[in-house]
């Protein structure tokens, strides 16, 4: 058990979550350049799932920024980030992202290997919630692992998943720990159901950012 809802412990989460997911500083520098060419002043950001900041380190030194909200379900996450950013442009919430209140407030929203840990009918109704915080033309992305679509592909995938994070320095055990929560302890979807539930949440443009090893990265612009 651990004080949030990924595999490890916020104090721990920075330094793992690189043993753990191939490319991971890949994805932050995807959004920003996405963003970069979509809009690329005065944004007011929301950043679900926020951890301990991450995105928000390289949104203040590279954008500019007029509103940066960091939402997470774990107060020690948010501790962590107020710690790092507290400053008059960020602002904090800790509570699950269903229960979110923005209403057109956002140009950005993005969400980090967030949304995995919902069921299907979750992502949809939280991708509504990101929807409802756009402005129009605000740009919704987000990163997940996805689920394979033959047996044989989870298989080789998760396989090849566990022998990067050998090659990172976990031990075995760590590795088949890890592995064993696919399906169990998240729940990905196929690369199509990622656009298909885009869309049902009312995206009429969304497409892949990014595809790599068991992950990938979608966005959304609200039109």
Known sequence: MTDNHSAFDSGEYDRKILQTIPYYQEFYKNVIDLIKVHKAEDLAWLDVGCGTGKMAELAFSDMDIKRFVFVDSSENMIKMAKQRFNNIKSEFNVCNMLDMPYMEE??????????????????????????????????????????????????????????????????????????????????????????????????????????????????????
């Not at 090659?167 to 690369?191: D, L």
């Open 106 to 223: 956002f140009d950005v929203v993005t969400a980090i290997q967030v949304n995995h840990y919902f069921h299907k009918q979750q992502k949809i109704d939280v991708l509504k919630k990101y929807y409802s915080a756009l402005k129009y033309k605000g740009i919704y992305i987000g990163f997940e692992n996805f689920m394979p679509y033959t047996e044989y592909g989870v298989r080789l995938g998760l396989e090849r998943w566990k022998s990067y994070q050998l090659c990172q320095g976990k031990n075995f055990e760590e590795c088949q720990k890890h592995m064993s929560r696919f399906g169990i302890e998240y729940f990905p979807i196929t690369i199509s159901e990622h656009l298909e539930i885009l869309n049902l949440a009312g995206f009429k443009a969304a497409e892949i950012l990014w595809l790599s090893n068991l992950q990938v990265g979608v966005y959304g612009i609200k039109c």
